[in-house]
């Protein structure tokens, strides 16, 4: 998963990026060219595989219990947020629903994020606020709080998207959002996660190169891994 987002980043880098950069050739752009028209072309191929996965989960789930149970919801959660929100929605609410989320204020800081993020998935970005907002912030977990700052990053840029035509509004919602990202890279401790998050701030500085050498670097560990 990580490869696929880290060539698109990269493809994103090109039309910013000084064409004779060192950190690119002409074979680096035909091959990631090659692996994006892979992508392209495998898309239905990959979304049947994870609704596949995803159904085996719910069976993993259903003969599962306690925290294993809710880590399989998770992953579920994961897996539909980005393509299929209403059935993201029901995995939040099967958390939600659990003994475990009664009794532990992780699992239910967990569930207002997710739902959060699923909210800003789908355009709305007052709902998305609305439940982010009911996160206590002073109790939080390490890693609900990467999850938070990674939510409103996200948030806030698409809002930051919305208002692009208007200037000064944009620009609020810019700011916003670079301090989010400074969270990130306070918080987040898996390499290509932060490299991720460090070169999309290379990139809003007008610093492609660096995110190009960045992401790069990251793309053969992953693809070696």
Request: aromatic share 10%; glycine share 4%; proline share 0%.
């Amino acid at each position: 998963m990580h490869a696929k987002i880290l060539i698109l980043l990269i493809f994103a880098c090109f039309s910013a990026a000084t064409i004779h950069s060192n950190n690119i050739t002409k074979n680096d752009i035909i091959d990631l060219l090659t692996q994006i028209d892979g992508i392209i072309d495998e898309g239905d191929k990959y979304q049947n595989i994870r609704i596949n996965k995803a159904d085996s989960l719910y069976r993993v789930a259903r003969r599962s219990k306690g925290y294993a149970r809710i880590d399989a919801y998770k992953q579920i959660i994961d897996i539909y947020s980005h393509f299929q929100s209403d059935s993201a929605l029901r995995a939040i609410n099967l958390v939600e629903q659990t003994d475990e989320a009664r009794n532990d204020k992780d699992i239910r800081d967990y569930a207002l994020i997710a739902r959060g993020e699923v909210m800003g998935l789908m355009g709305f970005y007052a709902e998305a606020n609305e439940y982010l907002g009911k996160v206590n912030t002073a109790t939080l977990s390490k890693e609900n709080r990467l999850f938070l700052f990674q939510t409103y990053r996200s948030v806030y840029g698409w809002i930051a998207d919305y208002y692009n035509s208007n200037n000064s509004t944009a620009e609020k919602y810019v700011q916003i959002t670079n301090a989010y990202r400074d969270s990130i890279l306070s918080a987040e401790t898996y390499k290509v996660s932060y490299d991720i998050a460090l070169a999309d701030k290379h990139l809003v500085n007008d610093d492609a190169n660096e995110a190009l050498k960045i992401l790069l670097a990251d793309l053969k560990i992953t693809q070696n891994a």
